[in-house]
């Protein structure tokens, strides 16, 4: 929880400071409403409790690792919502950023987050200046080509798709890099950190399928129904309902099960169940109609 709010302070100064004399004002307003209010951030969180988890040496790279993951998915979400992708009128309960100021300083502002969250690094204060490289890098591959979330989306506008390759690069690349990026900060090797990353990130991906489904749009803050509105493959689409709710729940058992051994893994043990029931409830699922155990973590 504390967390959360040293993230959204964060992000809340990075933007604060892009909004200093001489910006055009409606492009600082579009960059303000693609931020605030925030989702869940659970990005950025994940990227803080593995680096927590792993001694967190270097609590400024570490924290600029997790802002400029979450301001690069913020970017993600207002060029997703645009007209030319998915035409949504909403997200996180508010108009999307093209639908209160256009289509143009929608682009622009999702321009202007990718450059913001590079210029996180710059100003991190890290300590340990020679990790620097490798948590960009990590974070640079989680978004870019080949096989980061610029190259997921663009998936869509191929005639052919695994949902599995989709998926990995669409949603799974962006937590692997929050994974990694929190183990490179604290000095840790990333490799035994990406598997939690792959298994959350895939969790996460069905958990959104399920919730475009099944979920209240109101609740959500986003429509629903758009994985069959714009033909694009889903885990509920191809496993039905159930399938796809048993294969998020056994998702979120690997990843839990993945977590390397070190002093902070109860908490981000925790982190992950919590996450999860929050992500598909219990009590939206049986509303469906869906019988599922609940999990227990030890
Ligand atoms: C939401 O998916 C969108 C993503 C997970 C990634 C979108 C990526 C791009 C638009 C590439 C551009 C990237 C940058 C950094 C500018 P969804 O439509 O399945 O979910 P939703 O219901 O939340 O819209
Ligand atoms: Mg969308």
Not at 96 to 101: D, N, Q, T
Not at 189 to 201: I, M, N, T
Request: proline share 6%.
């Amino acid at each position: 929880m504390r967390s959360k709010v040293l993230i959204e302070q964060a992000l809340e100064s990075a933007v604060t400071a892009s909004e200093a004399q001489g910006c055009p004002p409606r492009l600082a307003a579009a960059v303000r409403h693609a931020v605030f209010p925030g989702g869940a951030r659970i990005r950025p969180q994940l990227c803080l409790a593995v680096s927590m988890a792993c001694g967190n040496d270097d609590p400024g790279l570490a924290m600029a690792a997790a802002c400029a993951i979450e301001l690069l998915h913020c970017a993600s979400l207002v060029h997703d919502d645009l007209p030319c992708f998915d035409n949504a009128a909403t997200r996180r309960g508010q108009p999307s950023v093209h639908a209160a100021y256009g289509e143009r300083l929608a682009v622009l502002a999702g321009d202007a987050l990718i450059v913001m969250a590079l210029g996180r690094f710059a100003s991190s204060g890290a300590r340990r200046i020679e990790r620097l490289p490798d948590v960009m890098a990590t974070v640079v591959q989680g978004v870019g080509m080949p096989t980061g979330i610029v190259a997921g989306q663009a998936w869509e506008c191929e005639p052919r798709v695994s949902l599995a390759e989709y998926q990995r690069a669409k949603t799974g690349a962006l937590f692997t890099a929050a994974t990694r990026a929190g183990a490179l900060a604290s000095g840790v090797r990333a490799e035994p950190w990406a598997h939690l990353g792959d298994w959350l990130g895939e969790a996460y991906q069905v958990a959104d399928d399920i919730r475009d489904v099944i979920a209240d749009p109101g609740l959500l803050g986003k429509p629903v129904g758009q994985d069959a509105t714009h033909g694009r493959p889903s885990a509920a689409a191809e496993l039905g309902l159930g399938g796809a709710v048993e294969h998020f729940d056994r998702l979120v058992a690997q990843a839990i099960a993945s977590i390397p051994h070190c002093a902070g893994a109860p908490q981000l043990r925790q982190l992950v169940q919590l996450e999860s029931e929050r992500l598909v409830p219990v009590s939206m699922t049986s509303t469906a109609g869906v019988v599922r155990r609940p999990m227990v973590v030890a």
